[in-house]
């Protein structure tokens, strides 16, 4: 499924591009190099620590879907910091006007003390809801938020999302990458 090294796949215009996130040590990378069955998409593997938003901005463009990998194992000690990336990925202009889907891909469940994606999605939708309130009370013109998340006086939730925002789970590290296949299959790749 991942992976793809033709010249014509490095400078096309990409419209099979699927760009990798989420914080350093969540396996992106391990996610990166699992085969799986589905035709080549062009994958992009951006770095947890060089997390510059001019990097993301780069690439953001030309997805045509997102993955954001979380460690469902360690997942408490992240949450927050995983919270704050993914909230500047689901206010990115280019990502709500081009309804680009969002997979959270909560990795790493090969552990059974692993969190469940039930719980993960629980969590984030809070802390999303904690970073919403914050910037909100900020007058507006210290806000660089491009799009505002949710709705006014409601606790946020995915589904208010006006791109596609699925959460599920598997293990890159043992090929258990079913759901970022159907990712592809369902909401890339029509
Ligand atoms: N148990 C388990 N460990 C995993 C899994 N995927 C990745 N890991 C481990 O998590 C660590 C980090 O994985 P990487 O793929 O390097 O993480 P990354 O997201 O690319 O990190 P950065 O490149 O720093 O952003 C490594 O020790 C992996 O072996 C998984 O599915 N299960
Ligand atoms: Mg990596």
Redesign the pocket.
Known sequence: MFGCLTASCLKSSKPNTIV?S???????????YQKGKIKPVHVI??????RLKSKLDEVLPQAAGVVF?V?A?DFLSSMQASAEYLYDILTKATVVKKRIPVLIFC?????VTAHSKEFIKKQLEKEVNKLRESRNAISSADISDEVQLGLPGEAFNFSQCQNKVIVDE?????G?VSAVEQFIREYVKP
């Open positions: 990798l989420g914080l350093s040590g969540s396996g992106k990378t391990v996610l990166f593997d951006v770095p947890g620590h060089a990998v460690d194992l990795n790493k469940t090969d552990k598997g293990a890159g590290l043992t258990d």
